[in-house]
């Protein structure tokens, strides 16, 4: 990446009941791209992501849009970042509308029956984007784990913020709705917004996304284009296997096939 | 059902409950030894009647009446807050120890004759371990801590504020000052006058203030504690208003009227068929449904014939616990470590 960078981190460290989760990573993301954040278990990719979004106390300096992350005050942290986390928990059977409108929270649309033109747009153009206004009065406790989890990229999305972390989207989908997320996820970016997205699964990863970051042990080993990122050096060193590297229909295909 | 439809029906719910709460007070303002019809009891409240009418309504009643009215109401404002807190539908002061603790730290100060029951020591001495046990549970429970941990540690909290009040009473040498205080925590609003009524007001009225500025902040933590500080919600800030704002409203109401159980717990239950699980938006009718179900209780002490009072405490805790059984075979599933 060489254009101007929207979120940057310099020499970011994470401590976690005193073990060190993350060391000293450094990176420059801009805007318009879809960075796939990848790892083996316990390398720090979700760590790295709350790290970004300010919620976790870190070492080290977090820009996002040429503003300290720790001068900017909880509201105006909000609105830069879509945070959506693993798992989609909603401890409430609402509606998917109300769900969807809580991210409008930041910019002051507290109340789902309240909101102005303005956000109403917002969360119906995420609601759109991701194809859930059928279930918009439906309660999210009665939807299929594949609606819940478009529900909930909407609900990120409606923040309309310029960065959205987005920690295993695609986890527990089959592999439609994966490639559903994973399409959503690249028309977001592709008109202006940086997401960067933590999966496991390499060949999603590298036919998506057109930067990689790749965590080992709290430290980023490996950065770039996913063919570059992702090289078979990279692959036996960090993930211990080796994959089958082949393209369909003009798009690079990763296979995880045999140990190293 | 859409929308409209939804937000039709919660109006159309909380203008029924506020009609049910004028009701029950002009009932309880005209029940007692002297029955005073729904008309003389208006009549009185505004200077028109007998003398004797008015004393009876004004001076006897009222205070009484406003304190089930006030109580009720944030006790079912306090149940519905540590339920949005904590999402979960079994959480209330009651089962998290905290009128007990609020009523050891009354106690304590009574049996040291630090106090008659009308000094101000009373209530903030009952807040202060009222807060304290909330602040104590939460600690505990962390993040994200399940019925089963927020249970057993309220379990353990109320069995500690109890054992600590009988040892007070243990180890008291006045015999008419444990007689006292036995009755006391039973929990009655009767003979209660507008000196309570003053002393609990404050604190009831900045405790229900805390707890209702925080109803957008309970609806973002719907998605979870870390989503909720994504949107910008101030998760520390929150707890410690619902710790303060729970603290000073059951600590304020223990101190005038003793322990009042399971109202905080029932409440909410009873209006999430009729409001919706919007945990925001549940904050006033359950408010409206304690101040109900206070009042009626109280009335009912009143009717029910029996040798001895019956205290009002002891009522609804005698209607409380099989309502939490209930609630605990309903979320069975949820306790038995299972995935709700």
């Known amino acids: 990446m060489s254009e101007i960078a929207l979120l940057t981190a310099k020499g970011l460290s994470v401590r976690l009941a005193g073990r060190v989760v993350l060391q000293d990573v450094s990176l420059a993301l801009s805007p318009g791209h879809l960075v796939a954040l990848v790892g083996p278990n316990g390398a720090g990719k979700t760590t790295l992501l709350r790290a970004l979004a300010g919620l976790i106390p870190s070492e080290g300096d977090i820009e996002v849009g040429g503003h300290a992350l720790a001068s900017l005050p909880l509201r105006e942290r909000a609105k830069r970042f879509g945070y959506l986390p693993q798992g989609h928990v909603v401890h409430w059977p609402l509606p998917a509308r109300d769900i969807v409108a809580l991210g409008r929270y930041p910019h002051g649309a507290t109340d789902p029956a309240r909101l102005s033109p303005r ?7 995420a609601m759109q984007a991701v194809d859930v206004m059928e279930f918009s009065d439906r309660r999210v406790t009665e939807l299929s784990g594949g609606e819940r989890s478009r529900v909930a990229l909407a609900r990120a999305l409606a923040v309309e913020a310029p960065v959205i972390l987005a920690d295993e989207p695609t986890a527990s989908l089959d592999p439609r709705h994966q490639i559903d997320v994973m399409k959503n996820l690249r028309a977001t970016a592709d008109k202006g917004v940086l997401v960067v997205v933590v999966t496991h699964d390499l060949g999603l990863a590298a036919r998506f996304a057109d930067h990689m970051l790749v965590l080992r042990e709290g430290r980023l080993v490996s950065q770039g284009a996913p063919a570059d990122a992702l090289s078979e050096q990279v692959m036996a060193d960090v993930f211990r296997i080796r994959a089958y590297r082949a393209e369909f229909q003009r798009e690079a295909v990763i296979v995880p096939w045999a140990d190293v | ?3 409209e439809d939804a937000a039709r029906r919660r109006i159309g719910a909380t203008a029924a409950l506020a009609a049910l709460v004028a009701l029950l007070v002009l009932i309880s303002l005209g029940i007692g030894p002297v029955r005073l019809s729904p008309l003389a009891v208006a009549e009185a409240l505004f200077g028109g009647g007998s003398d004797v009418a008015q004393v009876i309504v004004r001076e006897i009643r009222l205070p009484r009446t406003l304190l089930a009215l006030a109580i009720g109401a944030i006790l079912g404002l306090s149940g519905a807050s540590l339920q949005g807190l904590l999402r979960n539908p079994l959480a209330s002061p009651d089962l998290f120890g905290a009128p007990q603790s609020a009523a050891f730290g009354a106690v304590l100060i009574i049996a040291l ?12 001495a009952a807040i202060i371990a009222a807060f304290g ?41 006045n015999p008419f000052l444990v007689l006292e205080i036995t009755f006391w925590l039973l929990g009655s609003l009767e003979d209660r ?16 203030i805390m707890l209702f500025s925080q109803r957008h902040a ?22 410690l208003f619902v710790i303060s704002g729970v603290a000073l409203g059951v600590g304020g109401a223990v101190a005038v009227t003793g322990t009042i159980g399971f109202i905080g717990l029932v409440a909410p239950h009873l209006m999430r068929p009729l409001i919706g699980h919007d945990p925001g938006r549940l904050l006033v009718p359950s408010a409206l449904t304690g101040s109900a179900l206070l009042l009626a209780a109280d009335i009912a002490v009143r009717i029910i014939p029996s040798t001895s009072d019956i205290k009002v405490g002891v009522l609804t805790s005698i209607i409380g616990v099989p309502f939490f059984l209930y609630l605990i075979m309903r979320e069975r599933r949820a306790l038995g470590g299972g995935v709700a």
């Open chain 2, 193 to 208: 006058s507008f000196q309570h009524v003053m002393l609990a007001f404050p604190f009831i009225i900045a405790g229900a």
């Open chain 2, 133 to 173: 046990s909330v602040f104590v549970l939460l600690s505990i429970a962390g993040r994200n801590a399940g019925l089963l941990i927020l249970i057993l540690s309220g379990l353990a909290i109320s069995s500690f504020a109890g054992a600590a009040t009988a040892l007070v009473m243990n180890l008291a040498t």
């Open chain 2, 218 to 239: 309970f609806r973002a933590l719907s998605l979870g504690e870390e989503t909720a500080q994504s949107l910008g919600v101030d998760v520390g800030r929150l707890r």
């Open chain 1, 119 to 125: 956000d109403a747009e917002a969360v119906l153009r």
């Open chain 2, 113 to 124: 004759g630090l106090a008659d029951v009308r000094s101000y020591a009373l209530p903030v």
């Open chain 2, 1 to 3: 059902m859409t929308n």
